[in-house]
């Protein structure tokens, strides 16, 4: 688990990333779903908010929102039926809900959540993670989806076929904003460990990596917080036709640059087929392992940091020293 991109800001939370989902076993339905989050500075109004709530106060039934990224992405070229919308504040749950299934197997979303011991509350923050990522992609960004048309036939609020989340170069982002999109509740349904993982430990190492990575290229770049396909969507193309609508209507005409973390490694070559040029390869937690500091035994979690260059072409990094971390990595 995109989710999400945001601007810093000298507020509280910045940047919402979005992690990725695992892949299938063929290219032809990915799981390309990132969930990462966007806070920008000291989360410590969230953690001082929340502190005096514990697990067994917390009963509220909503969704989470954001800290996803990319979910299942399919390879096959786009159908012309499908039908890519520009999504709006009316139907920021259907995204969510969207997103929330496509990242179920997520091991960066199980990471933010994993400390809940609640099964039920566990996936009511993950549902308010992905509303807040959502909205925050509305207010800043854009949100663009598929409509699953034959499930709506039955019901109207069936999740869509496939939904991405993307943030704008001058998107400015503060505390304000984070109200507004809801990670008040992801602070308040969420135990302490759980909101040190988003707000305190994953928003400030995405955020610092993206500064890192892009440098001067920084306020050029659209973030891909998160992209998601649901089980429905497998094999129609879906990801890639939402891609190549943002590409064409937003980011190319430009000359913008597109940034996302993808947190399973299947994805990798699936979005250097989608015009990504591979970075860097950053840990981001130990699932297993409550340390948060010292050697650890456990394999960390990882996340791919890829750069869509200017209208598809290669990205080269602009920073000497990152130049030199990516030669030793």
């Known amino acids: 688990m995109d989710q999400s991109g945001f601007s810093k800001n000298s507020n509280i939370i910045n940047n919402l ?64 039926t499908l039908e890519v919308e520009i999504v709006d504040a009316s139907n920021y749950r259907k995204a969510a ?107 400030p190492l995405l955020n610092e990596t993206k500064s890192k990575v892009l440098g001067k290229d920084y306020d050029e770049s659209w973030y891909l917080s998160d992209i998601g396909t649901t089980p429905n969507a497998r094999g129609k193309g879906c990801a890639r036709k939402l891609l190549e609508y943002v590409y064409k209507n937003f980011i190319d005409i430009n000359n913008h640059l597109c940034y996302l973390e993808s947190s399973h490694p299947r994805n990798k070559i699936i979005y250097e087929k989608l015009g990504f040029t591979y970075v860097m390869t950053i840990d981001v937690g130990h699932i297993n392992c409550d340390c948060t500091d010292g050697p650890c035994d456990e394999s960390p979690l990882q996340m791919d940091i890829m750069v869509r260059g200017i209208k598809g072409s290669k990205w080269i990094a602009n920073s000497k020293n990152l130049n030199q971390q990516i030669i030793k990595d």
């Open 97 to 203: 809900k969207t997103l929330q299934i496509a990242f179920v197997d997520d091991k960066f979303a199980e990471y933010l959540t994993k400390p809940i011991q609640s099964q039920f509350l566990k996936e009511q923050v993950e549902l308010a993670i992905f509303e807040a990522s959502v909205y925050s992609s509305i207010l800043d960004g854009l949100v663009v989806a598929i409509r699953d048309k034959e499930a709506e036939k039955i019901d109207p609020n069936a999740p869509f076929l496939a939904c991405a989340c993307f943030t704008k170069p001058d998107s400015t982002s503060g505390f304000w904003s984070m109200v507004r999109a809801g990670y008040l509740k992801v602070a308040w349904l969420a135990n302490k460990e759980c909101r040190r993982r988003v707000f305190q430990e994953q928003y």
């Open 17 to 80: 990333n979005i992690r990725d989902v695992n892949l299938y076993e063929n290219f032809n339905d990915i799981n390309i779903g990132e969930n990462k989050s966007k806070p920008n500075n000291s989360a410590a109004n969230f953690n001082s908010i929340s502190d005096n709530n514990n697990d067994n106060n917390c009963f509220i039934k909503q969704k989470l929102v954001p800290f996803i990224v990319e979910n299942n992405v399919d390879e096959n070229e786009a159908i012309d």
